[in-house]
């Protein structure tokens, strides 16, 4: 093999490198948005299109915490606190009333709930965005030979630490037996002694702090929150868990990390025909076609 | 009536004869699309690049309406496949990949600049707006005849129970097709016409937000009801014009309006209206 043959290959297998974390970087953050998203279809049936609007509440709340504070440490837990809170809220006030209407109804309430809830956001915090005084976790750290933002490398830590502890919550806890049990039907769960209403204030909580954890995150990539960054993160989320085969929380985590990657390779190599976007639902569409269940049909 | 009037009027026609194929799609058949906008689209860009070719208008609305029809029968042969919450992301996905597909596309559809200096119709303003206004009664009459005929019938027995429609023979997926063929050859001509009122297009113009604003129409007004969804239209459109004194809160109104009727009216005007007479003919009887 000659020198510069293999120069040219290991510069190759570099950039598939890159691409592939930056795809994992991208789409374990799609995880934590879509968990959310999937845990209330899963419960109730309903695309909850303003989970994106509570993503980006998250990420106004952990920078202007942050922010008036100077901790993220601080910013983070409050923001998903407050984030879930106002997720319960959003299913009390808006999706209980609606349960048994056709799913259309609560898909164009939830689109309305969203539309509002952007615009909420453009009225009190302005048009153009907030950024960090002083952005945390931009230092550059050195891995695997590639050069990371430590905010990359929290980002993916974070994502899986927390999905491993919603699952660790599901299986091994008596919250998660009550959760799993009302998912598969929630009248026998009823008749059990669980309280369905609980269980689905606990899915709104959780599934919204996520999202805010989320929001957070990427506002530290960008360093930037403005009213309109819900928007595609929403839609892609909805692309993923139907993806994952609606309401499956695993099939949905291997699911954003396929897209994750799937649009890193694409915009370098499709881009010129597709950008991002249409990318990522260039794949759903093929995908469904062959298998219309998703990828993880739901058990 | 003033310019600023006749044109509002235009925009109601247009979204009228738009709205009425969502209808046809979602109301009547039952199959929930979250990509309407992308073959009103499609009909405007068709019709865009052949007004700019030198066509004559006519010509150009009918190619924007089968254009966009064969296009909606490939879209639709994935309601085959797909079902409910599946097929309003996949109809969603179609919408961002039209928007992509424009996007990239900067030597033949202009890319993010659009196709500007779309020549007139020739009509005038006035004579335009009597055609839209000609084109949107046809389209609903032929809505309120499809709605009636058996094709309505089966149309609503797909919405109703598919799998049991089938166990009747009714040919599911010819019927599917046919609606996804008729609702999205009425987009293409709402695209058609567009093009040339507003003679300047851009990719944004048929986003995801215009696909909601379209069910939005159709589910105010009442999913199903023809009537309904010609009010529901007229409504939605002219609604944020009236609130133009208070313009920064336009949209935030928008939603709150639309999550507020679906919230506490999900039937939608229709739905409030057949209440109401229910009650006063209650109370007639009571009498």
Known sequence: ?????????????????????????????????????????????????????????????????????????????????????????????????ILDQPPYVALIASIGLFIAMEEMFRLIFGPFGLTYTNAPLQSVVQFAGIYLRAVDLAIVVGSLSLLGA?????????????????????????????????????????GSALAAVAGVFISLLSNLVEPTMGGVPSYKALAIIVLGGLGNVAGTLIASLVLGVVEAFGTI????????????????????????EGLFARR | MGIYELSLATVVGINIILAVGLNLITGFCGQISLGHAAFYGIGAYTAALMAKAGMPGPVNLAAAMAMAGAVG????????????????????????????????????????????????????????????????????????????????????????DEDTARVISVDVPAYKLAAFALGTALAGLAGGLYCYFARFIVPDDFGFITSISVLSMVAVGGIGSVYGVIVGTALLTLIPEFFRFISDYKLLVYGALLFGVMRFAPDGLAGLTRLAFRRIQRKGGAV
């Open chain 2, 73 to 160: 029968v490939v879209v639709g042969m994935t309601s085959l496949r797909v079902r409910e919450d599946f097929l309003a992301i996949t109809t969603m996905g179609v919408g961002f990949l039209f928007l992509g597909i424009v996007r990239q596309q900067e030597s033949l559809l202009g890319g993010e600049l659009g196709i500007s200096s779309i020549p007139t119709f020739g009509v005038g303003k006035m004579g335009f707006f009597v055609l839209v206004l000609v084109l949107a009664a046809l389209s609903v009459a032929f809505s309120l005849y499809i709605k009636r005929s058996w094709m309505g019938f089966a149309f609503e027995a797909v919405a109703d």
């Open chain 1, 269 to 292: 190599y499709i881009g010129d025909i597709l950008d991002r976007d249409a990318i990522a639902f260039a794949f759903l569409i093929i995908v469904l076609m062959i298998r219309p």
């Open chain 1, 1 to 97: 093999m000659s020198p510069v043959f293999r120069a040219a290959c290991e510069r190759l297998t570099m950039l598939y490198f890159e691409l592939l974390i930056q795809g994992l970087i991208y789409g374990s953050m799609y995880a934590i948005i879509a968990v959310g998203l999937t845990l209330v279809y899963g419960l109730l049936r309903i695309l909850h299109v303003a989970h994106a609007g509570l993503f980006a509440l998250g990420g106004y709340m952990g920078l202007l915490i942050t922010n008036s504070t100077g901790s993220l440490i601080l910013g983070m837990p409050l923001a998903a606190a407050i984030v879930g809170v106002v997720g319960m809220a959003i299913y009390r006030l808006c999706y209980q009333p």
């Open chain 1, 166 to 206: 919603l699952s660790w919550l599901s299986q091994k806890t008596r919250i998660g037996l009550a959760w799993r049990a009302t998912v598969d039907d929630p009248q026998i769960a009823e008749s059990f002694g669980i309280s369905v209403l609980n269980v689905r204030y606990l899915n709104f909580f959780i």
